[in-house]
């Protein structure tokens, strides 16, 4: 006889194939889990490719057409800038008592004329000036804005 009883053994079987049962259900769980985790990143990674793909195709037909606009500029006459005062025609005096509503051109303020030689550069310095605070008061609206 054997020192350990027949019905021992059929207990340690029955205990062997129950861990074996949970290890095979564990191992495949597992790989059923990488499997679902290796789709949704196969997944995940199309779609990533896709976004991609349309960003890119977005910026190069932005970039294609600043590149026909900035063409097509180009092709534009450039206007002639004067630097120095030329004189100026003054508006037509009023015909109807004072009321005549000035041309378009004659309500918004020019440089100086006053500045020595017709040189008009510390007029465009002062206006220059006062569009970089301008700019700075806007840039300063938008971070508040953001916040």
Known sequence: MSLIPVKDWCYLGIIVAVAAGLLWWHHSAV?????????????????QAAKDAQNAKETVSG???????????????????RLCNAPRVQPPAASDGGNAVPAPGWSVPSVSAGDPGGDIGPSLLKLAAAADLIAARNRALIEWAKK
């Open 63 to 81: 970039l294609n057409a600043e590149i026909e606009q900035l063409r097509s500029d180009a092709l534009k006459p450039i206007p002639v800038v």
């Open 31 to 47: 790989l059923e889990g990488e499997a679902k985790v290796h789709a949704a990143e196969q997944a995940a990674y199309a779609a």
